[in-house]
C-alpha cells in the first residue's frame, strides 16, 4: 500500500519515536498496523526485529509512524509538493532495502532522519541545476507554531516570504534550520544525521540563521531577499 501524505496539524513534528499520537499517522491503516505504531511498549528497533523476521505489520507501522515526518523534512527542504513526496517514497524504499545493515546500538530515527535529508538536499540541488525560478508555495503550509490574533492571509504572505528567504540559503545551512528550527532537533541529534561534528552544526545553525535574518530585513526593507 502506497502511503498517503496529509498535511499534519498544527503542531510540530516530534521525534518520540516510542509512542506518536494517532493524529500523526495517516489514515487508512489497518488495525493491526495501527496497533502496532502506537503501541508505547514497542521501540523502532523492536519493529525493524520483527520486521528482519520476516513480519509485514511492522515496516508497515514504521511507515505509519514517520511518513509524515519524512514528507515534512522533505518539503521544508525541498519546497515542493510532489518532490517532497517522491523523496520521503524514496527514502521508505532505502530504508527496507538497508534494514539488515541497521545497527541496533544507534538511533533509529537518527540513522532514518540521515536517509531522508540526503535524499532531500539530493533533490534541492537538482532542482536549482534545473531551474532559476522563485518558490512560490515553500512553507506555505508550514505548521504555524505561532499564537498570535494575525489573519490567515497575513500568515501565508509571511510563510511565503519565509520560504523564498529560506531558498536562498546554501543546502547545508538550510538543512541544520529545517531540522532545528522546523523540526525541533537538537543540534546533538542533527549532527549525525549529517555526519558532521556537534560543533559544526551548531556553526551552521548560528551562521543560517544570521544569513536568513539578514535576507528577511532585506525584504522587509523592500529589496528582493
Not at 487508512?28 to 502496532?36: D, Y
Request: some cysteine.
Amino acid at each position: 500500500m502506497q502511503p498517503s501524505f496529509e498535511r499534519p496539524r498544527t503542531v510540530r513534528p516530534t521525534v518520540d519515536v516510542a509512542g506518536p499520537a494517532a493524529a500523526n499517522l495517516p489514515t487508512g491503516l489497518s488495525t493491526a498496523v495501527q496497533q502496532l505504531a502506537l503501541d508505547p511498549a514497542l521501540s523502532d528497533a523492536e519493529l525493524v526485529r520483527r520486521t528482519l523476521a520476516g513480519q509485514q505489520d511492522p515496516f508497515a507501522a514504521l511507515v505509519a509512524r514517520y511518513q509524515k515526518r519524512a514528507y515534512w523534512i522533505a518539503f521544508h527542504v525541498v519546497g515542493r509538493t510532489e518532490e517532497a513526496r517522491d523523496v520521503a517514497q524514496e527514502a521508505f524504499v532505502r530504508l527496507f532495502k538497508g534494514l539488515a545493515r541497521y545497527d541496533f546500538a544507534r538511533s533509529f530515527y537518527t540513522w532514518f532522519y540521515r536517509i531522508v535529508m540526503n535524499l532531500a538536499i539530493d533533490a534541492l540541488r537538482k532542482l536549482r541545476s534545473a531551474r532559476a525560478g522563485s518558490l512560490d508555495d515553500v512553507l506555505g503550509g508550514l505548521p504555524d507554531q505561532r499564537e498570535s490574533g494575525e489573519a490567515p492571509g497575513e500568515r501565508e504572505e509571511q510563510d511565503r516570504a519565509g520560504g523564498a528567504v529560506l531558498e536562498r540559503l546554501d543546502a547545508k545551512f538550510r538543512a541544520v534550520l529545517v531540522l532545528r528550527d522546523i523540526h525541533g532537533l537538537s543540534c546533538r541529534e542533527i549532527a549525525p544525521i549529517l555526519k558532521v561534528t556537534h560543533a559544526t552544526a551548531r556553526w551552521r545553525l548560528h551562521r543560517g540563521r544570521q544569513m536568513f535574518r539578514e535576507h528577511w530585513e532585506r525584504l522587509e526593507r523592500g529589496g528582493r531577499p
